[in-house]
């Protein structure tokens, strides 16, 4: 299969010099300052944003359990680049380009499926689950090699049943964090596990409006009760302002998880923290973030036995979060739609056998996180209007309470650099 696409790119005038604007004003930003307005609201800076991030980096793209059958897939549109995520005939998770090597069309039109095959709509191509083309009619000419026309490939990676893609054809290599995941999600087994519900909310907001607020909880208090019935408001077991009443806490989890062989310990990856994993308690008396802080699964997940797992953070930049509870995990997942515009997919995940309305309650189990996606989103959308307006300037992160918004920021604006200088010594 012939996989360059360099001549596609023939007809494009490559905007070196606004490129490399974008490449010096972050050069010059203090990552402890937020981004200058440009970086939220412009389209060009957002269009270079996705293609030296978005088109190049490892993205969360969904869990393995929900692909459980061969001929499963999910599709999903990384900005201009519709992508299938599918279970081959032999079981292996491959993802695609969905685009036909006939003439373009679009393959898989639905979000998710099951199909015996990959058949194009429009004039029939047949592909097997693996790419390779199978069929295109009678019609193509004795010198049709359909070995020459099989789907383009997309690096795809999974890691402890999380899936991810990268659109690079040389991807940065992040096996030691893939690594880690394995193993902090070991215990939930999330091939076998199922999405109980999922919500997608759409925010006039851009992208890094989205994460920075995720980083931080410093907004919490002032706007998320229900998330507050079970979430401490500490970021991390090594927060700086982690008094000795939580440090206390933390160790007798941590006593208690370690006998249980339920991995804990902080592990950190990449420039700025692009990766962390963690163990976070939940407030004491609480074991899932529900409306009244019980269970919002009976059936636990995977080997796990004692619901009282706290939650584990898990923090894949640029696009996801995680919390893996005992009872239920939640994923969420960002995608740029526009400077303004970002989609963001919350999935809850409960073991594949629990049953709706014995096991669980969906209203229960999603109730406290569509509060609080909604509430964020508020803020995010107020923070982009606020940021349009032209007496906007960067202001100061604090570095206690927003450390994760300058980890955050100094991994934009470094991989923003590094892919910058990369792409341009390629030309
Ligand atoms: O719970 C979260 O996902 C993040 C981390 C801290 C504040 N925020 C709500
Ligand atoms: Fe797919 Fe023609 S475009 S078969
Ligand atoms: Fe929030």
Not at 30 to 59: C, G, N, R
Request: proline share 4%; hydrophobic share 35%.
């Amino acid at each position: 299969m012939t996989c360059t696409h360099e001549h596609q790119n023939l007809l494009v005038t490559s905007e070196n010099k606004s490129v490399q604007a974008v490449a010096d004003a972050l050069e010059k930003h203090p990552i402890t300052f937020s981004l200058p307005q440009q970086f939220y609201s412009d389209a060009d800076v957002f269009q270079i944003e996705m293609e030296q991030i978005f088109y190049k980096e490892w993205l969360f793209v969904g869990i393995t359990g929900e692909i459980p059958d061969n001929g499963n897939f999910i599709t999903l549109d990384i900005g201009d680049n519709p992508i299938t995520v599918i279970r081959d005939q032999n079981g292996e998770v491959r993802a695609f380009h969905n685009t036909c090597r006939h003439r373009g069309s679009k393959i898989c039109l639905v979000k998710q499926g099951k199909v015996p095959k990959l058949v194009c709509p429009y004039h029939q191509w047949t592909y097997e689950l693996d790419g390779n083309l199978l069929f295109a009619g009678t019609e193509m000419g004795d010198d049709f090699d359909k070995n020459d026309y099989g789907l383009h490939k997309v690096n795809c990676r999974v890691a402890g049943g999380y899936i991810f893609v990268s659109l690079s054809e040389k991807p940065t290599n992040i096996d030691g964090f893939f690594d880690d995941l394995t193993h902090y999600l070991e215990p939930y087994d999330l091939d076998n596990c199922k999405v109980a519900v999922e919500s997608t909310l759409v925010e006039d907001a851009n992208w890094k409006l989205v994460i920075e607020n995720n980083r931080e909880c410093y907004h919490c208090s002032g706007n998320h009760p229900e998330l507050l019935n079970t979430l401490l408001e500490w970021d991390d077991t090594e927060d700086p302002r982690a008094s000795d009443e939580f440090k206390a806490q933390v160790a007798a989890k941590q006593a208690m998880w370690e006998e249980e062989g339920i991995p804990y310990k902080h592990v950190s990856h990449g420039h700025g923290l692009r990766n962390r994993i963690v163990r976070m308690p939940l407030l004491e008396g609480t074991v899932s973030m529900t409306i009244d802080g019980k269970a919002g699964c009976k059936k636990l997940m995977g080997r796990i036995k004692n619901p009282d797992l706290g939650s584990m953070r898990i923090l894949h930049l640029p696009n996801s979060w995680s919390h893996a509870m005992g009872d239920h995990l939640i994923a969420f997942q960002v995608i740029p739609l526009g400077a303004q515009k970002t989609q963001v997919t919350t999935k809850w995940i409960v073991h594949k056998d629990a049953v709706e309305g014995v096991d669980y309650d969906v209203a229960h189990l999603r109730q406290v996180w569509d509060a609080t996606n909604v509430q964020d989103r508020t803020l995010a959308e107020n923070n982009q209007k606020g940021i349009n307006s032209k007496a906007y300037q960067p202001g100061p992160y604090s570095t206690t309470f927003e450390f994760g918004v300058v980890n955050f920021i100094d991994w934009f604006s470094d991989t923003m650099q590094k892919n910058i200088k990369a792409s341009s010594e390629k030309e």
